[in-house]
Nanobody, 125 residues
């Protein structure tokens, strides 16, 4: 069974930092690109950052570029999201998921893979 377990969320003040972890199991982790997504109250889930299976390539949404860094440790089947200079608008539940790129280059989650419970990140102003 494919599982993703996110951790590391917390309540922090604006300008602070957090490091999220995503522990994956149940599949060949190092064969898959992985993405971090987030969903704020009343909003659609959005992609935040993606990393290739080898860790050699990464992508960031404009809203987090320069502040967030994605990385992975294939030996531990874990992906990380280092979040610096946090803003109140970063407040959301954060999720990780296996992703792929479609013909248009968009990173998309696999539709058949279940989502984890996510982890709450709250940034106070």
């Amino acid at each position: 069974e494919v599982q993703f377990v996110e951790s590391g969320g917390a309540l922090v003040q604006a300008g602070g930092s957090l490091r999220l972890s995503c522990a994956a199991s149940g599949f060949a982790f190092d064969d898959y690109d992985i993405g971090w997504f987030r969903q704020a109250p009343g909003k659609e889930r959005e992609g935040v950052s993606y990393i290739s299976s080898s860790g050699g390539n990464s992508f960031y949404a404009d809203s987090v570029k320069g502040r967030f860094t994605i990385s992975r440790d294939n030996a531990k089947s874990t992906v990380y999201l280092q979040m610096n200079s946090l803003k109140p608008e970063d407040t959301a539940i954060y999720y990780c998921q296996a992703v792929y790129q479609d013909l248009k280059g968009r990173w998309l989650p696999y539709p058949s893979v279940s989502w984890g419970q996510g982890i709450q990140v709250t940034v106070s102003s």
